[in-house]
């Protein structure tokens, strides 16, 4: 019986990988792949860095991801606006955080009819064998972090409420309805396409981003060990251990939105292991900087 099911699932590959190798002729989409890559999240002692200004990142190179079109379900995108992701990842054996930066000539940061805000995500897998890089399959699930920039805009605007405030101490106070959230990150379970699912708990993931001279920044971290009462839909990240990662862009400019996005399809995670203090005081992560 084991036999006949793993012969059904290398036939269910095989033409999967047909179906997809059409798609790409057929939109003419350009074959790159980001498969072989391994992202390096690099041990660091201290806090990891939350602003995407940080100077902690500037001591970690960053990794250039070819994007591609999605062409896999409907509405297919074969030609997104953003070709390039480049990552940059740092732990401290507590908590981790992502770096993603990518080119965008504008800035896009609110969502109503016909007007798309700008986002990123990475995809990582429930279970020990990688799932479906869009949205997960049936019982092969993954974690989505996607990051909005409308969300980023609500929670930035209400931090600065909060500052205003604090210093109108007299007078009249400006009334204006910002959306309470506890993060700009959304934390999401996907089992296949239109099978997206939110979190009951947010805010395990937070995220910082900044949007300069057409260069999108954006920081997302979380704690490395699961917490919460939702262990099951929480992705595992151990140090020391190889594991896979998947991103995606989209360009709300550019109408995109759902399936319609740019992707990196999955690559390989390295989390540094955790090492203990040098004789001498040094860091891990210095020696490992100057080698790269």
């Excluded at 999605?70 to 030609?79: A, F, H, K, L």
Aim: aromatic share 8%; hydrophobic share 40%; net charge positive.
């Amino acid at each position: 019986m084991s036999t006949i099911h793993a012969k059904k699932r290398i036939v269910l590959f095989v033409v999967f990988a047909v179906v997809v190798l059409f798609g790409l002729t057929w939109y003419q989409v350009p074959l790159v792949s980001s498969q072989g890559m391994i992202v390096l999240a690099h041990f660091s002692k201290g806090e990891v860095p939350t602003h995407p200004s940080d100077s902690a990142w500037e001591t970690v190179a960053p990794l250039p991801v070819p994007l591609s079109g999605q062409i896999i379900t409907r509405p297919v995108w074969p030609e997104p606006s953003a070709r390039a992701l480049s990552i940059r990842s740092i732990h401290n054996g507590k908590d981790i955080a992502f770096l993603l930066e990518w080119q965008d000539a504008t800035i896009n940061e609110s969502l109503t009819p016909g007007v798309f805000r700008d986002g990123v995500a990475l995809a990582l897998p429930l279970g020990d064998a990688p799932a479906f890089f869009c949205m997960g399959q049936l019982d092969h699930y993954v974690n989505i972090w996607h990051w909005k920039a409308d969300w980023q805009s609500d929670v930035d605007r209400r931090a600065e409420r909060a500052k205003e405030s604090k210093r109108e101490k007299s007078g009249p106070r400006r009334f204006e309805v910002i959306p309470r959230r506890p993060s700009s990150v959304e934390d999401l379970v996907g089992g296949g396409f239109s099978t997206l699912t939110s979190k009951e708990q947010q805010g395990r993931i937070q995220g910082q981003a900044e949007w300069k001279n057409g260069l999108w920044r954006v920081v997302m971290k979380r704690g490395l060990t699961s917490a919460g009462n939702d262990l099951d839909n929480e992705a595992m990240m151990v140090p020391g251990r190889m594991q896979a990662i998947a991103f995606a862009v989209w360009n709300g400019e550019n109408k995109e939105r759902n399936g319609q996005k740019s992707v990196a399809s999955w690559m390989q995670l390295l989390i540094e292991p955790v090492q203990p203090p040098s004789q001498n005081g040094s860091g891990a992560v210095e020696s490992t900087h100057r080698s790269s």
